[in-house]
T-cell receptor
């Protein structure tokens, strides 16, 4: 099994550009989440989904959109990139409640906005 | 606001030494999990502790959940360079039931 696959691994954007970070999992997990990791701030939840067609906001959702049309895929869209969105982004999945099962994480996308 | 505070924040030790890292909160947690994150990779789940006082062992790593389920510790015996990484605790408090990550302990084991 590939687990959780994120693409791209690295990306540089100019301020105002938009892009989509891809995330796919092959474990048939219902729960999927997007986190950003910043020095001194830890892992912060951006958006999450408890199943296909269901999404909700996390702690820091502004400037990001998500959709969940299939169980496997959970893309994260940056609408108009800002330097404050420079970060490492992680997609994670869980077979159910993360408090019970924990997450399987992808290897991350390092995004720089200039 | 529920918080998971980890200590120490940074730890640099020699190969073969023992160490303990702590994860503390003022809230009661239904369970706590520990992850290890290596540079350039995502966190990897190590263990879940559920019952107050529970002790779990994973080779040289020993995890304990506090009796009151407000804290946890990770003890590493005879640390090796391969143990180097960022150690994160995580969980959801009984009151807020929002899954959060701790502040992290960055461990470096020198050969």
């Amino acid at each position: 099994n590939a687990g959780v696959t994120q693409t791209p691994k690295f990306q540089v954007l100019k301020t105002g550009q938009s892009m989509t970070l891809q995330c796919a999992q092959d474990m048939n997990h219902e729960y999927m989440s997007w986190y950003r990791q910043d020095p001194g701030m830890g892992l912060r939840l951006i958006h999450y989904s408890v199943g296909a067609g269901i999404t909700d906001q996390g702690e820091v959702p502004n400037g990001y959109n998500v959709s969940r049309s299939t169980t496997e895929d959970f893309p994260l869209r940056l609408l108009s990139a800002a330097p404050s969105q420079t970060s490492v982004y992680f997609c994670a999945s869980s077979p159910g409640d993360s408090a019970n099962y924990g997450y399987t994480f992808g290897s991350g996308t390092r995004l720089t906005v200039v | 606001t529920q918080l998971l505070e980890q200590s120490p924040q940074f730890l640099s030790i020699q190969e073969g030494e023992n160490l303990t890292v702590y994860c503390n909160s003022s809230s009661v947690f239904s369970s706590l999990q520990w992850y290890r994150q290596e540079p350039g990779e995502g966190p990897v789940l190590l263990v879940t502790v559920v019952t107050g006082g529970e002790v779990k062992k994973l080779k040289r790593l020993t995890f304990q959940f506090g009796d009151a389920r407000k804290d946890s510790s990770l003890h590493i015996t005879a640390a090796q360079p391969g143990d180097t990484g960022l150690y994160l605790c995580a969980g959801a408090s009984v009151a807020a039931y929002k899954y959060i990550f701790g502040t992290g302990t960055r461990l470096k084991v020198l050969a």
